[in-house]
């Protein structure tokens, strides 16, 4: 893995519980099979506790997630709250 994106770091973090101790998430992030880079960088965090997946975006890549990644299309530049409007079908 060259460089680690976010979807790389939530993919880690599937299935956490927050409020979440940086152990805690160290730890689900190699249950999980993370990369090391992953786990280093997680470690290495400068925060202890972490009360949701923002806040560990934020330790992690020093921004909110939401502005970074589009969570359903994976995006970079994309709102997380952009609002997503389905095309209507023609009519035959």
């Known amino acids: 893995m060259a460089d680690m994106s976010p ?3 939530q993919k880690a ?3 956490a519980d ?3 101790s940086r152990d805690d998430l160290v730890s689900l ?3 999980n099979g993370a ?3 992953v786990v ?3 470690s290495q965090s400068g925060r202890q506790q972490f009360d949701g997946p ?3 975006q934020k330790a992690v890549f020093g921004n909110d997630w939401s502005s970074t990644v589009n969570p359903i299309e994976g995006r970079v530049g994309m709102s997380g ?3 997503f409007r389905p095309v209507p079908a023609r009519a035959r």
Do not use: E, S
């Open 81 to 83: 709250n952009a609002r």
């Open 35 to 37: 990369d090391d880079k």
């Open 40 to 42: 280093d960088k997680l």
């Open 13 to 15: 973090l599937k299935g």
């Open 29 to 31: 992030a190699r249950d």
């Open 18 to 20: 927050y409020p979440a």
């Open 7 to 9: 979807i790389d770091l």
């Open 54 to 56: 923002n806040a560990v």
